[in-house]
């Protein structure tokens, strides 16, 4: 298993740019993904990545860097719509299993 | 159009009474899972599956069972639930093992109650 950390909660204005941070520690790294979910829906896939860097996917970013046990979510040109729970969750194929672990969840509030 | 389905959407049943969560999904998928989400505890994964007649255990197994004799279909099985398993439940899948960084496709949600 993993144990992945990132902050509760995080509020930004509409426009604005926001950061989301995560940590993690895992005995067989194997990528992290970035989910965004509204309230009572399911989580919809955001990002993966698995080499170190920035990928960009329009409004939004991801960063990894493995040394570090460490990325981000980086939301541009903020909008109301943005306002969500944005998960982190890493892969670990240590030890022959292949679990996907989530962290708790950012909720981003967007406000006017 | 891609699709994971779970049944019931929503339940209210007694402590002890045997209940049936279906999840079909109909993109050829191998891997699929079975999380539970529950408010401060985030998403938890209960068990997963790489194919046909191969399932393990996630974080939070415990009271549930699973089987996978179709590819589409894993339903997850609660012999004899209990309050604690009051929750919202997700089903997901995608190609590959999971965690190789396909797509991972999550149902709806099924809520349920047990009083």
């Known amino acids: 298993g993993q144990n992945i950390d990132q902050p509760t909660e995080m509020t930004a204005t509409e426009g604005a740019i926001v950061q989301i941070n995560c940590t993690y520690q895992?005995?067989?790294?194997?990528?992290l993904f970035w989910y965004q979910q509204h309230a009572g829906e399911a989580p919809t896939f955001l990002s993966y990545n698995v080499l170190d860097g920035l990928e960009e996917k329009g409004r939004f970013s991801s960063f990894l860097s493995r040394s570090k046990g460490y990325s981000y979510l980086l939301l541009k040109e903020l909008q109301m719509k943005d306002s969500a729970s944005y998960l982190c969750a890493g892969g670990d194929s240590g030890a022959g299993s292949y679990q996907l672990t989530f962290g708790k969840g950012t909720k981003l509030s967007v406000i006017p | 159009e891609a699709q994971v389905t779970q049944n019931p959407r929503y339940l209210i049943t007694v402590t002890g009474k045997k209940l049936t969560v279906t999840c079909s999904q109909n993109?050829?998928?191998?891997?699929m899972s079975w999380y539970r989400q529950d408010p401060g505890l985030g998403l938890r994964q209960i068990y997963y599956?790489?194919?046909?007649?191969?399932?393990d255990k996630g974080d939070v197994p415990e009271g549930y069972k699973v089987s996978r004799k179709e590819k589409r279909n894993f339903p997850l099985i609660l012999e004899s639930p209990s309050p604690n398993q009051t929750s919202l439940y997700f089903c997901a899948s995608s190609f590959g093992s999971g965690i190789s960084g396909n797509t991972i496709y999550f149902g709806e949600g099924s809520w349920l109650t047990v009083v």
């Open positions: 993109m050829n998928h191998e891997y």
């Open positions: 895992t005995s067989g790294f194997n990528g």
């Open positions: 599956s790489m194919n046909v007649e191969v399932t």
